[in-house]
């Protein structure tokens, strides 16, 4: 099966950037390929329960709902370990298929057939 | 043209995108294998997206239509 890493480095600070990355995990997803959304550095805040049902960017769907679609389309999120301590964010508030891991994960599903798209 | 004989309509409207991809395997979730599911969708980009994705998951485009309810795709889900 193919892989595809959606690496999301924005949350509030560029909401159009995290909006947009989740889309494309979607339609990834939804189409039969392997997929993860990696979020990394400001990113981190999207993975606390409640933290994005304040975001929706003009001309999408809200943030939480395609938060949704995508973990019931089987999608997992993956959260980068270093940045979400930086940020003293909660391990108790991570919604569901969400995952705190280290750079080796990451690392592994790249060089393992797994290509990547950042926003 | 042939008639075609649907099992199954959803109108996925103006949807696009990610949005459109999960409607299309939403929709197809919903139907047997072998039968057909008339897919409307108005969304610009389906025209290129909805055979990119039949492509990817291996079920049928059998056909696209405009008609009075805007664009009709007539997938076959995999299977049988």
């Known amino acids: 099966m193919a892989k595809l890493l959606v690496s999301i480095t924005n949350a509030k600070n560029d909401s159009d950037r995290a909006t947009v990355g989740f889309v494309v995990a979607n339609a990834s997803v939804a189409s039969g390929v392997e997929t993860v959304v990696f979020l990394s550095t400001e990113g981190v805040r999207i993975a606390q329960k409640g933290y994005a049902d304040s975001i929706h960017e003009e001309g999408f769907a809200p943030l ?50 797994g290509t990547s798209i950042t926003y | 043209m042939e008639t075609l004989h649907p099992d199954s309509l959803y ?17 197809v979730r919903l139907v047997e294998a072998g039968q057909l599911l008339e897919f409307r969708a108005n969304d610009p980009g389906a025209v290129v997206d ?17 008609g009075a309810n805007g664009n009709s795709y007539f997938i076959r889900k995999k299977g049988n």
């Open chain 1, 64 to 113: 939480k709902e395609l938060m949704d679609n995508f973990i019931g389309a089987g999608g997992t999120i993956w959260v980068c370990s270093p940045c979400f301590k930086k940020r003293g964010l909660d391990e108790n508030k991570l919604p569901a298929n969400t995952v705190i891991v280290g750079g080796a994960k990451v690392v592994e599903f790249l060089t393992t057939g």
């Open chain 2, 50 to 66: 909805i055979p990119a994705w039949c492509s990817m998951t291996g079920n049928i485009l059998i056909a696209g239509q405009t």
């Open chain 2, 11 to 27: 109108d996925a409207a103006d949807l696009g995108c990610g949005d459109l991809a999960i409607a299309l395997m939403k929709a």
